[in-house]
């Protein structure tokens, strides 16, 4: 390959230019062009004229010489220079240069009081993803550490992926790897996704929502496993409001409405609680404290209450000297208000796995408003609003040596699920319920306590101790009597699990364990199994469901193996069995399919009359976009090409839009009373404990005299699902019927009739969505 003179001294010039405009920046002698007119920025976001980076660089060196050597500090400052110099010439969506992003970062991380290979990572944590800088040529100058921790952070948008779905999980694959190698590496990526979210304001609404999802779903869970209370915080709320932001924006309203009515009662609560303590000789600190308002929504979500019936909406922080002091001031606070049955918590006697400590207390106080309470030490606030970082704030105090131990382990648990998945997907699956923050504590008959995600069995308590346990777990006691493997666990209760001779995981177990671990080991011994085993299996998973569920599976023919191995995806039935073995398919979902064709005995095709009156000899087709029955309101779109009429549902959007454009051609329609035809119906369900939650909403339908002939599952968040169900009904009392079923089970927080959205009938906004 040949290049001439003239195309060397073209880039020799050009990065001579880049060089001298680095330097002039650097000694702020840059004379920057007059910017375009630009439109005012959105709220919250800096000019780009009134932004320094070097003012900031010489800010955040002078914040760093607090408490590193000088010579990290010109590291810091070296890293500064060679990021500049990697990013220049890009700017960001406000309009700053884009090396104001890396220095806000790397003061982040100065404020946690990382050491300097941190700092200089946070400088530099863009330039391998954004810029032609090699990690070779990273680690030459700053060392193979600083290079890991940068390279750990950098995504894979490099890389070609078949969907989004599979990209962010192998992004967050090869994050959480590098975190469980050097914790730093998280630390960096939450500074980062911190300054992203003060500044999504610059950010073009559609991708507004998609990028405070992706924050709640995964950066928010993961800084409440590190403890760090202070950035969870503001991730969920920031999150929340752009999700989310007209329930946001109303909620703060009654949230500071309800502040402003008791602003009375709670400087009484406050001046009445110090005297007290003052009068037993107690030394307390008594703070005001704003609850979160995710966490406020998350709780009137979740238990389906109003906001008026939230009970720790006004709460106290008291911070004590001494562990003995907390307890002492309980009792206080307990003599002075009456306590609220059930509302006590001591995570002093039993921590959280990510450290935090703290009495909590919810109290009656004048006029019967409810007070929340959390008694602690200014060591265990500390350790609950720095988590893993207190390790670096306060090195000299000791403190947060049981929340290091109790990280590694967190770190090493992922190392373990990572070997036993076979995808990034499958990965990402796995881990997600371990970083929920919701967990109960169960004892071994040894006394030692276990922390497990809330809607965990004995499985998952076996998978806890060993992989060996788990795989060799053939039944358990809970509080020395016999129980069912597949049963909840709840707070305080002791399991002993019985252990047979050899590994025989049951595929069924996949429906109800809830740790990543546990399905991640079952999984890997079922993908061992052979396809005579895993056949085999399945066969019996599916005589399981059947029976259970009373479901007529020696009935089905060929031709209803053929129907669901092609809904499926699967060439021959073989191969749905192979996937059904190794809990690839839920038996009980497959099951249903199978026999939805004789579920309800339909009637000889010679004796059916048409479902729909007023045809005058038109065939006709039920809409599957809003799928309608018996009692609905319905409208016919009439076909003249194909003579056929096309009935939906009144309510649906493509009826709506349709009648408006063409009218002439809709016309209302009514069902024949004498028709007794089943019907399919789509419905729509948001699910928690989602594997545990099928195999109860498939045993609910089958009671209810129907099948299920498809369904489709979305994640919605690490903890929540939605189940898009195809069911066989006979009209719309018996599809009221299996709603009102569905409505009464624990862990479905929503049931809808299904309605495809008409994308021509109007713009979707990703961004709102109410």
Same mark, same amino acid.
């Given at each position: 390959m040949s290049v001439s003179a003239s195309s060397v001294q073209d880039n020799t010039f050009s990065f001579a230019k880049k060089t001298a405009d680095a330097i002039k920046r650097a000694v702020g002698l840059d004379t920057p062009k007059k910017p375009e007119p630009q439109p005012a920025p959105p709220a919250g976001v800096i000019p780009a004229e009134k932004v320094n980076p070097v003012a900031s660089a010489n800010a955040l060196a002078e914040r760093c010489r607090l408490y590193l050597s000088s010579s990290d500090v010109n590291k810091i400052r070296e890293a500064f220079r060679y990021a500049d110099q990697a990013h220049l010439g890009q700017f960001r969506n406000s309009g700053a240069p884009y090396?104001?992003?890396?220095?806000?970062?790397?003061?982040?991380?100065?404020?946690?009081?990382?050491?300097?290979?941190?700092?200089?990572?946070?400088?530099?944590?863009?330039?391998?993803?954004?810029?032609?800088?090699?990690?070779?040529?990273?680690?030459?100058?700053?060392?193979?550490?600083v290079a890991e921790l940068v390279d750990g952070v950098s995504k894979l948008d490099k890389l070609k992926f078949s969907s989004n779905e599979e990209a962010q999980a192998e992004s967050f694959h090869k994050m959480l790897l590098a975190m469980s190698r050097d914790v730093r590496v998280i630390l960096i990526k939450l500074a980062d996704r911190i300054h992203n979210m003060?500044?999504?304001?610059?950010?073009?609404?559609?991708?507004?929502?998609?990028?405070?999802?992706?924050?709640?779903?995964?950066?928010v869970p993961i800084a409440n496993r590190l403890g760090l209370y202070s950035v969870y915080r503001e991730l969920a709320d920031v999150?929340?409001?752009?999700?989310?932001?007209?329930?946001?924006?109303?909620?703060?309203?009654?949230?500071?409405?309800?502040?402003?009515?008791?602003?009375?009662?709670?400087?009484?609560?406050s001046h009445e609680v110090s005297d007290a303590l003052a009068r037993n000789k107690i030394r307390g600190d008594v703070q005001d404290k704003n609850k979160g308002l995710w966490r406020i929504y998350s709780k009137m979500k979740e238990r389906k209450i109003k906001f008026s019936e939230v009970l720790d909406v006004h709460s106290f922080r008291l911070c004590v000297p001494t562990r003995d002091d907390c307890y002492r001031a309980l009792g206080v606070?307990?003599?002075?208000?009456?306590?609220?049955?059930?509302?006590?918590?001591?995570?002093?006697?039993?921590?959280?796995?990510?450290?935090?400590?703290?009495?909590?207390t919810t109290v009656l106080g004048p006029?019967?408003?409810?007070?929340?309470?959390?008694?602690?030490?200014?060591?265990?606030?500390?350790?609950?609003?720095?988590?893993?970082?207190?390790?670096?704030?306060?090195?000299?105090?000791?403190?947060?040596?049981?929340?290091?131990?109790?990280?590694?382990?967190?770190?090493?648990?992922?190392?373990?699920?990572?070997?036993?998945?076979?995808?990034?997907?499958?990965?990402?699956?796995?881990?997600?319920?371990?970083?929920s923050p919701e967990h109960v504590y169960v004892f071994t008959p040894k006394g030692k306590i276990l922390q497990l995600p809330k809607g965990s069995t004995a499985v998952d308590f076996a998978y806890q101790i060993h992989s060996d346990v788990g795989n060799t777990c053939i039944g358990c006691r809970i509080n020395s009597e016999p129980a069912l493997l597949s049963r909840e666990l709840k707070n305080g209760e002791m399991v002993e699990i019985i252990t047979g001779t050899t590994p025989s995981p049951n595929p069924q177990w996949l429906s109800s364990v809830r740790t990543g671990r546990a399905r991640a080991e079952i999984r890997q011994f079922l993908r061992q199994l052979s396809d005579e085993g895993s056949v085999k299996s399945a066969n019996i998973l599916l005589t399981n469901a059947a029976k259970q569920?009373?479901?007529?599976?020696?009935?089905?023919?060929?031709?209803?193996?053929?129907?669901?191995?092609?809904?499926?995806?699967?060439? %021959? $039935?073989?191969? !749905?069995?192979?996937?059904?073995?190794? /809990?690839?398919?839920?038996?009980?979902? &497959?099951?249903?399919?199978?026999?939805?064709?004789?579920?309800?005995?339909?009637?000889?095709?010679?004796?059916?009359?048409p479902a729909v009156l007023d045809l005058h000899g038109r065939g006709y087709n039920l809409a599957p976009c809003c799928t309608p029955v018996p009692e609905d309101p319905i409208q016919g779109h009439f076909i003249k090409a194909t003579n056929t009429v096309h009935i939906h549902r009144s309510d649906c959007s493509h009826c709506q839009r349709g009648y408006r454009v063409d009218p002439e051609n809709w016309q209302e329609m009514s069902w024949n009373p004498t028709c007794k035809e089943t019907f399919s119906a789509k419905l729509d369900a948001e699910i928690t404990e989602t594997h545990a939650t099928l195999e109860k909403i498939t045993g609910q339908i089958a009671?209810?005299?129907?099948?299920?002939?498809?369904?489709?599952?979305?994640?919605?968040?690490?903890?929540? %699902? $939605?189940?898009? !169900?195809?069911?066989?009904?006979?009209? /719309?009392?018996?599809?009221?019927?299996? &709603?009102?079923?569905?409505?009464?089970?624990?862990?479905?927080?929503?049931?809808?009739?299904?309605?495809?959205?008409?994308?021509?009938?109007?713009?979707?906004?990703?961004?709102?969505?109410?």
């Open positions: 090396i104001t992003h890396p220095i806000a970062v790397a003061e982040i991380l100065a404020s946690w009081h990382m050491d300097a290979q941190v700092i200089e990572a946070g400088l530099m944590h863009d330039v391998l993803e954004d810029t032609a800088i090699s990690k070779i040529e990273m680690s030459e100058k700053f060392g193979i550490k003060r500044t999504l304001g610059a950010v073009k609404p559609h991708k507004k929502f998609r990028i405070a999802k992706e924050t709640m779903e995964i950066y999150s929340f409001s752009f999700m989310y932001p007209i329930r946001h924006r109303v909620l703060k309203e009654a949230v500071e409405k309800s502040r402003a009515r008791r602003k009375q009662a709670l400087e009484q609560i606070i307990h003599a002075l208000y009456k306590p609220v049955p059930g509302r006590f918590k001591d995570f002093i006697a039993i921590p959280k796995a990510n450290g935090y400590q703290s009495l909590h006029k019967g408003l409810p007070v929340e309470f959390q008694i602690r030490t200014e060591e265990m606030h500390h350790i609950c609003e720095d988590g893993i970082t207190a390790h670096w704030l306060y090195k000299d105090r000791g403190e947060s040596s049981s929340l290091q131990k109790s990280t590694q382990s967190w770190l090493e648990s992922l190392l373990e699920i990572q070997r036993q998945s076979g995808t990034s997907l499958e990965f990402m699956e796995n881990i997600k319920v371990d970083i569920q009373k479901l007529p599976l020696a009935q089905i023919t060929d031709h209803d193996w053929l129907r669901v191995c092609k809904s499926n995806g699967f060439e %021959s $039935k073989n191969d !749905l069995l192979s996937a059904v073995g190794r /809990g690839l398919k839920d038996a009980s979902l &497959i099951a249903h399919q199978l026999t939805s064709s004789i579920t309800l005995g339909r009637a000889d095709s010679s004796e059916k009359q009671k209810a005299q129907s099948s299920i002939s498809g369904f489709s599952l979305t994640e919605l968040s690490p903890t929540a %699902s $939605k189940v898009t !169900l195809t069911i066989q009904i006979k009209d /719309g009392k018996h599809l009221q019927k299996i &709603i009102n079923a569905l409505r009464a089970i624990p862990a479905v927080r929503l049931v809808s009739r299904h309605l495809e959205k008409d994308l021509a009938m109007k713009p979707v906004d990703v961004e709102e969505e109410e």
